[in-house]
């Protein structure tokens, strides 16, 4: 078998180690024969957008030795070489404008003093500008530009406005350098996770063509159904053996947690970090939450207490729903499309249909917000989780409340909002982590309830109310429980012959009180 390339975001160095390279030398291709020359892609981090800028660069070094048995291999003119400047904008130094400034620049030196150039400029832009000069000069032919992770630096700051402020116009300034140098430049690549500020750090480099939701393109990264099985058949195979499962289960099981991301609603492909960690471990683990989702995006959703990207089903957006992030105004649902916590699961019209993605994102967000709301650490939430669910699953509710109360005791004062709707959403969020189908805010024809969780022949009809002091728990409870009888919200479950309980729960801050009925 072939090595995994897990680390590997070299093409050379994977090729030269012999890993696993899914081909996506077809799309770099399309894009050399589409007329266009400056583009700009926005994935998740993770992703492979490295990787796909180092192929494209060894491809214009014309190092065709390594395309061997690759779509591109006998497809174009290796002796059209290029000079290229690849930068890498994360890791760079950002607790100062000034210290941003000198990291940029010094990569820049760096770079030039490999080519056996010598710059003497100071500031990114002017560096810039002088090495694609010289580059043009010194190799009589035109530059190639690859920047990968635009947005890192920005990202890194973004709890600090005033500081973002300026390095986002040191990078205007940086990037207008590359419309100036047109007329020497071939090829014009960019990468980031994000678009915010892509308006106000773009506004001198308007003629990149954005290929993020561009349905020729919507598996230039990650890997679709077809490259999963025909470049990790073995793997797949091991992993089937190991779990005592058959190559048909265990591809399903595998999509069930990895697949599902689209840019299009038609082409959706595995995450390709996952995928990798998973044929190296052979566990099925959040293995790309932890580190390839921003914190700043997580932080950012706990603050505005919105946590509606998680709960939310489906969300519905107009097609430009992404373009107008800006560092002053800040979408919630934008942000989680770009950074891979939502995706487009289908077109509807002129609008997109948005959904998590996977298991990984859904068990990771929900343990990520309910052990930060209820100030526990994720093994104890999990742990507390894995309780509710087997009380339910065995109908023992004293045991699933007595963990519930484990679970919410400790929210902290900032997290707690005098409300039903906040303590609705930690349940919903509860569930999301327990893997247990929980639908919330449920319609029948006599109104709706407020959750139904549905697990192997057995429902659960609860009703659930926010008590404003511990003193009106009982009365609340009450309440919950008339509300559920009354409106009969059971019926549509007792007509398909599952057993059903009544359970109606009265919450206040620190306290959680429960009635549970078997319905008869």
Known sequence: MRKLPIGVQNFVELVEKECVYVDKTIYIYQLLQSGASSFFLSRPRRFGKSLLLSTMK?????????????????????????????????????RSAEKFEASVSFRLHSMAERAGIALSASSPGDCLYELIEKLYVKTDNRVVVLIDEYDKPIQ????????????????RNFYTVIKLKAEQLHFVFLTGVSKISQVSIFSGLNNLKDLTLDENYAAICGYTQIELE??????????????????????????????????????????????????????????????????????????????????AESITVDQEFSDSQTLERMDTVPLFFQTGCLTIKKRVGEKYQLEIPNQEVKLSLSNFLLSRLTDRAEYEVKNLVEGIRQ???????????????????????????????????????????????????????KGRTDMVIQLPGLTYIIGLKYAQSPELLEAALAEGMDQIKRKRYYEPEIRKGRKVWLLALAITQGQITYRAEPYT
């Open 391 to 445: 009380g339910l699953e065995q109908e023992d509710l004293e045991a699933a409340i007595r963990d519930l109360r484990l679970l919410f005791a400790h929210i902290t004062y900032d997290s707690h909002l005098p409300y039903e709707a906040h303590y609705h959403a930690l349940l919903q969020l509860t569930l999301l982590l327990m893997g247990i189908p929980g639908r919330s805010e449920v319609h029948t024809d």
């Open 156 to 171: 890194d700051i973004l709890h600090k406005p005033d500081l973002a402020a300026e390095i986002r116009e040191i990078l």
């Open 58 to 94: 060894a491809i214009f070094e014309g190092k065709r030795e390594l395309f061997e048995g690759l779509y591109i291999y006998d497809k174009i003119n290796w002796e059209d070489q290029h000079p290229v400047v690849h930068l890498d904008m994360s890791g760079l130094e950002t």
């Open 230 to 311: 025909a470049n990790f058949k073995e793997y797949i195979g091991q992993l089937a053996a190991k779990d005592s499962l058959s190559k048909e289960q265990t591809l399903i099981k595998i999509k069930y947690w990895y697949n599902g991301y689209s840019w299009d609603g038609e082409t959706f492909v595995y995450n390709p970090y996952s995928s990798l960690l998973l044929f190296d471990s052979d566990k099925y683990l959040a293995h790309w939450f932890r580190t390839g989702t921003p914190t700043f995006l997580l932080e950012l959703m706990e603050q505005r207490r919105d946590f509606s990207p998680v709960l």
